[in-house]
C-alpha cells in the first residue's frame, strides 16, 4: 500500500473571491497606518497570499494592490515611475513568497520568526532600492542621492517589516491552511478516499 501526498486545487469562483479579500486587506494595511512613515502592512498581506495560495495569486493581488493605491495615494498623485517600480518590488515579495511555500496544499511547511526575519528585511531593502530607482527617474535626481535622502525611511521600513512578517506569518499561515482548508482548498479527484489529520492530506493508494 502506498500513501501519497496529494495537491489539492482551489475553484475559480474561490480564487477570484481571495485575491479580492487579500487585495482589500493589503490596502487596508496600507491606508490604515499611512500616519507612520514607511510602517505598513500590505507587504506581509501579499507575502502570505503567495506562501499559501501561490505565486500567480499573489501577482495578481500585488497588481490590484499597486494600482489602487497608486492611484488613489495619501501620499500625492500617480507617479508611473514609481509606481512600475513598487509593483516590481512587491512582484519580488510574492515571487519569495510563492518559492518559499507550498500553493494549494493544505501541508503547512513550516518557516520559523528568525529566517521570516531575515527574509523579511532583504525583501524589503529590494523593494526599497527599487522604487528609489522610480523616485529618481521621476525627479532627475541621481539614484545614490535618491537612495542617501531616503536611507532613515528605508532603515524604519526594512526593521519594521522584518518583525510584522516574523511575528504575523507562523500565526496566519498554519490558520489558512489549517482551520480554513476545507472552505478553500477541494480535492481534484472525489473517487479516492482522503482523510485530514493535522498538517497533511493524503490518499492511499490501493494498488
Not at 500513501?3 to 487579500?22: E, F, G, W
Not at 497588481?63 to 509606481?83: D, E, M, R, V
Not at 522584518?162 to 477541494?186: C, K, T
Request: charged share 10%; net charge neutral; proline share 5%.
Amino acid at each position: 500500500m502506498e500513501v501519497k501526498r496529494r495537491k489539492l486545487t482551489i475553484s475559480p469562483s474561490r480564487k477570484v473571491a481571495i485575491v479580492a479579500n487579500m487585495t482589500a486587506l493589503a490596502l487596508v494595511g496600507n491606508y490604515s497606518l499611512v500616519g507612520i512613515p514607511n510602517v505598513e502592512l500590505g507587504t506581509v498581506v501579499l507575502f502570505i497570499t503567495a506562501l499559501v495560495f501561490g505565486t500567480s495569486m499573489g501577482v495578481w493581488c500585488a497588481l490590484l494592490t499597486s494600482i489602487i493605491f497608486a492611484t488613489i495615494n495619501p501620499w500625492g498623485p500617480f507617479i508611473p515611475q514609481i509606481w512600475i517600480t513598487q509593483l516590481i518590488g512587491w512582484l519580488f515579495v510574492v515571487t519569495t513568497g510563492g518559492l518559499l511555500g507550498k500553493g494549494n496544499q493544505v501541508h503547512y511547511r513550516s518557516v520559523g520568526p528568525t529566517e521570516l526575519l531575515f527574509i523579511g528585511a532583504f525583501m524589503t531593502a529590494v523593494y526599497d532600492l527599487v522604487t528609489n530607482i522610480g523616485f529618481s527617474l521621476a525627479f532627475n535626481v541621481p539614484y545614490i542621492v535618491a537612495v542617501v535622502l531616503g536611507l532613515p525611511f528605508m532603515i524604519v521600513h526594512v526593521v519594521s517589516n522584518a518583525i510584522i512578517i516574523a511575528l504575523v506569518v507562523p500565526i496566519v499561515e498554519p490558520i489558512l491552511r489549517q482551520n480554513f482548508a476545507s472552505m478553500i482548498w477541494e480535492s481534484p479527484c472525489t473517487d479516492l478516499e482522503t482523510h485530514t489529520e493535522g498538517k497533511d492530506v493524503q490518499y492511499q493508494d490501493m494498488r
